[in-house]
């Protein structure tokens, strides 16, 4: 089945230092690939997303690349901020029902 | 607030009660979502509607656990005879017919 596994967490990092959360995905067709996040005390709101091979998504200074040769969906931010502190979820979906399959969640927490 | 509603936020009920929770959806968003999600992971998929019918249901989903969605509108997530493992946090999420998925804040039951 249809499975994603991020990095183990927690991640702390400094304010301003470069950040990766690793994501590799097993599907068993071509989904859609997805970053959602849960900043303290909210629901989950979508980051970006990706619809195809090579496709980038961004938003708000993060940036993930829909690699289909490495099944892989990192997310990358150049300079963090103390705001940026949330669990990142990595999930995958299919065209039609759309369920989205989530990763374990990575906590992140930037420190000032 | 035209986000999607869940009530209650909390509920706290002794083993073998039954308990049911509502789902507010944004307003003309046809699909709606349930998933549980446990301490340190990600959401998993329980049951999805289109409009009123419902049209998946995950193995997750026992013959304890019923949910439904008259009329297209709310929905309702009743779970029968509630077991500690039942403890979790349950969300709603609703969409249109793009990829983004809506989630609400979620309703924390805590079976005792």
């Known amino acids: 089945g249809d499975s994603v596994t991020q990095m183990e967490g927690p991640v702390t990092l400094s304010e301003e230092a470069f950040l990766t959360i690793n994501c590799t995905y097993t599907a068993t067709g071509y989904p859609s690939l997805f970053w959602y996040v849960q900043y303290p005390g909210e629901g989950l709101q979508l980051l970006l997303k990706?619809?195809?091979?090579?496709d980038k998504g961004s938003n708000k200074g993060f940036e993930a690349t829909y690699r289909k040769e490495t099944t892989s969906f990192h997310l990358e931010k150049g300079s963090v901020q103390v705001s940026d502190s949330a669990v990142y979820f990595c999930?995958?979906?299919?065209?039609?029902?759309?369920?989205?399959?989530f990763g374990q969640g990575t906590r992140l927490t930037i420190n000032p | 607030d035209t986000g999607v509603s869940q009530n209650p936020r909390h509920k706290i009920t002794k083993r073998g009660q039954n308990v049911t929770f509502r789902c507010d959806p944004i307003s003309e968003h046809n699909r709606l979502y349930w998933y549980r999600q446990t301490l340190g992971q990600g959401p998993e998929f329980l049951t999805y509607?289109?409009?009123?019918?419902?049209?998946?249901k995950s193995r997750l989903l026992s013959d304890r656990f019923s949910a439904e969605r008259p009329k297209g509108s709310f929905s309702t997530l009743e779970i029968q005879r509630t077991e500690q493992g039942d403890s979790a946090m349950y969300l709603c999420a609703t969409g249109t017919w793009g990829d983004e998925q809506f989630f609400g804040p979620g309703t924390r039951l805590t079976v005792l």
């Open positions: 990706a619809t195809k091979a090579d």
């Open positions: 999930a995958l979906s299919y065209s039609g029902a759309q369920k989205l399959v």
């Open positions: 509607f289109q409009n009123e019918a419902q049209l998946e």
